[in-house]
């Protein structure tokens, strides 16, 4: 049976929750859908996700904290979380090194820290890159104070995966508002606000001109390249008005790797396929949001249309030749 990678499988520590819970916009908007099971689940490192990993035939989990990470956290608190989380991610992968591998937590509200905990996190703990949930407060991604954050990744040849937050308040109150709550929060997260939120993150480090400034460095985008992936034709337009190094459409084939985050779509998958090729698709589940019995992730890889040597590549190939180094 082809082997299983799953790369966007998330968690969250008690220490993560009560900081938080002290922050005005700790875990703004989104807190409500991390209730119940959810949360039971997110806080869960043990036997429990290894039977669901199991039940749902996924092999491996690479683990990540659930958004909005340290985002939202006042710098110093941030800092201490991050290593205090990343020791624990590198703990857990010990204790089951065939089941798990480890996304670093960043503390991005302390822009003097960042690198360097990336850098300790893949060079000393063997994490294999880290998880970002796009802008940290005012800032988008391309701001230049997270500039040492790409140069590190470049040099350490690792991805970033760029996962959705809840857009910023004055923008929901625009766009997401007016249905009530339950519905605002919706349309503002998993109905569609959180894919803008992503995609436009990468869309604004290319037009900045990062991949320019680290050609080699590598990001990654969930739910099938959270909507800018269908608008690439479109995003070409921009070429007319930039001072780019390479047209847009290279930057999507060469700097960005997409994966599913759950989202069964035979058709998203050869629009990626279209646009991507077989090599710039990663598997992804989104644990434990979009954890359901009956094996579906399995399923959906083997009922492509995909030739055996591609559901290969797309189940594990491309993520081990992505990290394989350093998996070494």
């Given at each position: 049976?082809?082997?299983?990678?799953?790369?966007?499988?998330?968690?969250?520590?008690?220490?993560?929750?009560?900081?938080?819970?002290?922050?005005?916009?700790?875990?703004?908007?989104?807190?409500?859908?991390?209730?119940?099971?959810?949360?039971?689940?997110?806080?869960?490192?043990?036997?429990?996700?290894?039977?669901?990993?199991?039940?749902?035939?996924?092999?491996?989990?690479?683990?990540?904290?659930?958004?909005?990470?340290?985002?939202?956290?006042?710098?110093?608190?941030?800092?201490?979380?991050?290593?205090?989380?990343?020791?624990?991610?590198?703990?857990?992968?010990?204790?089951?090194?065939?089941?798990?591998?480890?996304?670093?937590?960043?503390?991005?509200?302390?822009?003097?820290?960042?690198?360097?905990?990336?850098?300790?996190?893949?060079?000393?703990?063997?994490?294999?890159?880290?998880?970002?949930?796009?802008?940290?407060?005012?800032?988008?991604?391309?701001?230049?104070?997270?500039?040492?954050?790409?140069?590190?990744?470049?040099?350490?040849?690792?991805?970033?995966?760029?996962?959705?937050?809840?857009?910023?308040?004055?923008?929901?109150?625009?766009?997401?508002s007016g249905f009530g709550d339950p519905v605002d929060t919706a349309f503002a997260t998993f109905g569609l606000g959180w894919h803008y939120e992503a995609g436009i993150q990468?869309?604004?480090?290319?037009?900045?001109?990062?991949?320019?400034?680290?050609?080699?460095?590598?990001?990654?985008?969930?739910?099938?390249?959270?909507?800018?992936?269908?608008?690439?034709?479109?995003?070409?337009?921009?070429?007319?008005?930039?001072?780019?190094q390479r047209p847009i459409t290279e930057y999507f084939r060469q700097n960005l790797y997409v994966t599913p985050s759950g989202m069964w779509s035979q058709d998203y998958l050869?629009?990626?396929?279209?646009?991507?090729?077989?090599?710039?698709?990663?598997?992804?589940?989104?644990?434990?949001?979009?954890?359901?019995?009956?094996?579906?992730?399995?399923?959906?890889?083997?009922?492509?249309?995909?030739?055996?040597?591609?559901?290969?590549?797309?189940?594990?190939?491309?993520?081990?030749?992505?990290?394989?180094?350093?998996?070494?």
């Amino acid at each position: 049976m082809t082997k299983l990678i799953a790369i966007e499988e998330h968690f969250v520590t008690p220490d993560i929750q009560a900081a938080w819970a002290t922050s005005a916009i700790g875990q703004e908007g989104t807190e409500r859908l991390d209730q119940g099971i959810i949360d039971e689940r997110l806080n869960d490192l043990g036997e429990q996700r290894l039977a669901l990993m199991d039940e749902s035939g996924v092999d491996v989990q690479v683990l990540s904290v659930t958004t909005p990470a340290l985002h939202n956290l006042e710098p110093a608190q941030s800092v201490m979380l991050a290593r205090q989380t990343n020791d624990l991610i590198a703990k857990t992968v010990a204790e089951h090194p065939t089941r798990y591998q480890g996304f670093a937590t960043l503390p991005m509200p302390s822009p003097e820290h960042i690198a360097p905990e990336l850098e300790r996190s893949v060079r000393e703990l063997g994490l294999l890159g880290a998880m970002l949930c796009g802008r940290t407060r005012d800032k988008n991604l391309d701001h230049p104070d997270f500039r040492p954050m790409f140069e590190t990744a470049a040099k350490l040849r690792v991805p970033l995966y760029i996962h959705p937050q809840i857009p910023q308040r004055a923008v929901r109150d625009v766009y997401y508002s007016g249905f009530g709550d339950p519905v605002d929060t919706a349309f503002a997260t998993f109905g569609l606000g959180w894919h803008y939120e992503a995609g436009i993150q990468f869309v604004r480090l290319i037009l900045a001109g990062v991949f320019d400034l680290y050609p080699n460095l590598q990001l990654i985008l969930g739910h099938w390249g959270e909507v800018v992936l269908f608008y690439l034709e479109r995003l070409q337009s921009l070429e007319r008005v930039t001072k780019l190094q390479r047209p847009i459409t290279e930057y999507f084939r060469q700097n960005l790797y997409v994966t599913p985050s759950g989202m069964w779509s035979q058709d998203y998958l050869q629009r990626a396929l279209q646009i991507m090729g077989p090599e710039r698709i990663l598997f992804s589940v989104d644990y434990p949001y979009q954890y359901k019995p009956g094996r579906p992730a399995r399923l959906f890889l083997e009922n492509t249309a995909l030739t055996d040597e591609q559901k290969a590549l797309f189940a594990h190939g491309n993520w081990e030749r992505i990290v394989g180094s350093i998996i070494r």
